[in-house]
């Protein structure tokens, strides 16, 4: 968190919270919601200043709660998600991965897959969803462990419904086997994993 955020927190401690003016899309895109209306669904007008999308990154965290937020100097700011807490990205020196704000995933401790495909990876930083254009780059190279059989080829096996609950899944940046949840749902990984998709005022 910057410097200057913690100062401000400091000096203003008791600065009320706003809620439904900010959300985080399934490409890891912010968007303003100048209306307030993110919890109604809004879409919400994209952020495009690399500027603000930087400060907006390096002061995002999490409460005790699950509830997600950005500290916009003394006043926190929390966030609709749409998908997870982080969307995860292909990092340009290889297969590691990197959330939306720019984080180097070090650890995996589970891969989600929901009802429609979607690949979710449990971090050390939190639940991330893989962005759809990395998708392919990050399912090809998993593997069922043991054998070694890739993912994609034992999904398509006959016995994959009844087994795969029980799969633990290597991938060549995270070697260390973990287990697949392989039939999860989207509408409930938030309770699941312990996060707020929609935070509301108490």
Known sequence: MDLSVKQAMAKWPNVPAVYGWLSLDERG???I???GDAAKGSPGEL????QIVAFIGR???ADDQGRWYFQNGPQRVYVRLDAAPY????ADTGLRLVTHTGETVRTIKAWWLDEAGRLYAQTDLGLGLIDG???ESVLAPLRVQPGNVPLLDALEGSEAQANKASWQVSHPSYPTPV???GDASRSALAA???FVANPLPE
Do not use: K
Request: proline content about 8%; glycine content about 4%.
């Open 29 to 31: 895109r912010w968007h």
């Open 33 to 35: 919601h100048e209306r």
């Open 47 to 50: 952020i495009t200043s690399p």
């Open 59 to 61: 002061n995002y965290a």
């Open 87 to 90: 969307v995860l990205r292909v």
């Open 133 to 135: 254009r990395d998708l």
């Open 179 to 181: 287990p697949l949840h």
């Open 192 to 194: 699941d994993l312990g």
